[in-house]
């Protein structure tokens, strides 16, 4: 099996071309390729499929093996792929996932992509979709006490759940013991993603992210979006922020007429290899 491992901003997967053929049990050859001692070492695994409703399908699954429904780096990488490796020739790429339909704008130099601008769609503050329970709906700047420490939460849906919350410096924000117990908490039955944001401006953030599935990630596409929108929604930003992760900086730009969000950063290959079947 060829593989090719890829990131945006640091959230790095491994990526497949399975437009031929999917593997019997993508969930444990995620967890296998994704330990960083003993396989390749990523975030997660990304397959790449034929579609029949868009030109391709994005598959992807967590570190741990559980399937996720969408993520903002990856995406940005699967449209790299497709092109650099002659799968497409077009710059405007519809792509398949969980969350549905997205659409890539790509940028090419020389020859291979370098950055992706991606519709994220619409969020949505609607409990019910993300799901949250208990809280009532919309969940903005919701009291929440954990080990001592108060935060506001404001709960978005980017086709997957983000739980946003306020803080200080991320630095030291105990993202460690925090965000695995909110990621497991009851009230989030699907468990959820959490994401520690610094306010820096009317237009800058910093974000750091404890990922359902992963454990804390370099960078996630879909926690910077969530995480602007809620900055937005709650009168912290603009409607165009630069928010700044661990792994780099993603652009993130909120329509308030047609309610989308575009999101654009870069995509790079880092290696490529095979496994033995």
Request: hydrophobic share 35%; aromatic share 6%; glycine share 12%.
């Amino acid at each position: 099996m060829k593989f090719t491992k890829m990131n945006g901003c640091g959230n790095d997967y491994i990526y497949m071309d399975c437009t031929r053929r999917l593997p019997d049990d993508p969930g444990a050859l995620a967890r296998r390729v994704s330990d960083r001692h003993f396989g390749i070492g990523g975030d997660g695994l990304i397959l790449i499929a034929a579609s029949e409703v868009a030109d391709f399908r994005m598959i992807m699954f967590n570190a741990d093996g559980s399937e996720g429904s969408m993520c903002g780096n990856g995406i940005r990488c699967v449209g790299k792929f497709v092109y650099d490796k002659g799968l497409t020739d077009k710059t405007q790429v519809s792509i398949e996932t969980k969350s549905g339909i997205k659409t890539l704008a790509l940028t090419v130099e020389q020859g291979q992509v370098t950055r992706a601008r991606v519709d994220m769609g619409c969020p949505s503050l609607d409990a019910d979709a993300l799901p949250v329970v208990g809280l009532g709906s919309p969940v903005i700047e919701h009291p929440i006490t954990v080990q001592g420490q108060t935060f506001q939460m404001t709960c978005v849906s980017m086709g997957n759940p983000h739980a946003v919350l306020w803080v200080d410096d991320v630095d030291h924000c105990g993202l460690e013991t925090i965000g695995p117990l909110l990621e497991h908490d009851p009230m989030f039955p699907d468990r959820c993603n959490i994401e520690f944001v610094q306010l820096m401006d009317s237009g800058t953030i910093r974000m750091r992210v404890w990922e359902r599935g992963s454990g804390e990630t370099l960078a996630c596409g879909t926690g910077a979006c969530a995480s602007a929108f809620a900055c937005y929604t709650t009168g912290k930003t603009g409607s165009h922020v630069k928010v700044r992760l661990l792994g780099g900086e993603l652009d993130i730009a909120y329509d308030p007429t047609d309610g989308h969000i575009l999101l654009t950063g870069p995509a790079v290959t880092v290696f490529e290899g095979e496994l033995p079947e």
